[in-house]
């Protein structure tokens, strides 16, 4: 999970050559090592961003803050997972950490046909490919489900009558053990919060949100250059999907700004599209973004959907949860409109809320606190 320093934490994952390493670059900037050869990063690679919604842009536009500080999230560049490989060589244990204790999975897939950069087949299929990618996690993860079966099977036969003993083990054991064992990740299945607390305590993989990352080629531009596009051609129509040219995106973006303009004008209906990652990622881990002003400046949070006001004023400091009176909140749209915050105040449009008003995407909200 994301430390209070960061406000979320994205594992790029998959088979290798999918491009994860072109995707960590786009994302960061920084120069993860691309190669054609499988298992090139030897280790995960973490990346730092800061990231700013365009709605906070607007924002200042009206406040016009000191400062403005943006959501921190970490990226981190996975190693490949080959399917049968011996999971105790190289990085392979320290990935394993990354993607557990991350909040969301960003799973890359090949579509793109470099016949320069290996692949663990001699053709493309993305479907296969995923299954194949899933597969492996799912036996992983049932590796750690057996482990686990092992010992609460000992603490059951000393006569321990503990309920969440039993029930633990009627979970993994009926349930969950069978679905693993079927190459069926535990994401595609409805969980209670009971259940998902287990699974967190398991630090199973399976069960993290995840969204897919479709790296194609630029002879697939068309098919996939738009999102309209990409609704009706995508060969994963149930799933949340962010198609990208990532080695075209990456020399277009290299370029200056005017040179930019002028290479995507011979691209018809191409888009660039790094851009939606991080919203998406937000997104699929269910996470909704609210900003703060005040003498400090303008900030960006991001919070589970569903936090309270009492919650969000906590984000702030632990102290505030206790010190809490009342939170004045305010749209973007209504804020843009008002062109000021002595307009918005003086027209009586920012509204009062208490602790348990449950905060919206894109709320603005400035806390009052008690001594």
Known sequence: MASMDIDLSIALVGLPNVGKSVIFNLLTGLKSEVSPYPISTPHP???????????????????????????????????????????????????????????????????????LAVHIHSDFNQNRDSNIFWAE???????????????????????????????ENDLLRNRVFVILKNGVPLCEQVWNEKELKVFDSLTLITHKPHFIVL????????EFGTSSKLIKSSPFPNKTVVAICGCLESDILSLQSNEQTGILSLYDGFDLASHRIIPTALNTAGRITYFTFGHLGLKQWSVPKGTTAV???????????????????????TLLEAESVDHLKSQGKMRLEGRDYSISDGDILYFRFGK
């Open 215 to 222: 790296n194609y080629d630029e002879n697939q531009s068309v």
């Open 137 to 167: 996690l799912c036996m992983i993860d049932g590796e750690l489900v057996q482990n686990k079966l092992t010992k609460l099977e000992r603490i059951i036969s000393k006569g321990s009558k503990d309920l969440d003993v039993h029930f």
């Open 311 to 333: 919650g969000a004023a906590k984000r702030l400091h632990t102290d505030f949860a206790n010190k809490f009176v009342a939170s004045e909140v305010v749209t973007v749209d």
């Open 45 to 115: 690679i973490h990346g730092v961003v800061e990231w700013i919604d365009p709605r906070m842009l607007s924002i200042a536009s009206v406040i016009r803050p000191e400062k403005i500080f943006p959501l921190k999230l970490q990226i981190t560049d996975g190693v490949g997972i080959m399917p049968g490989q011996n999971h105790a060589v190289g990085g392979f244990a320290e990935n394993l950490a990354s993607m557990r204790s991350s909040d969301v999975l960003c799973h890359v897939v090949r579509s793109f046909t470099n016949p």
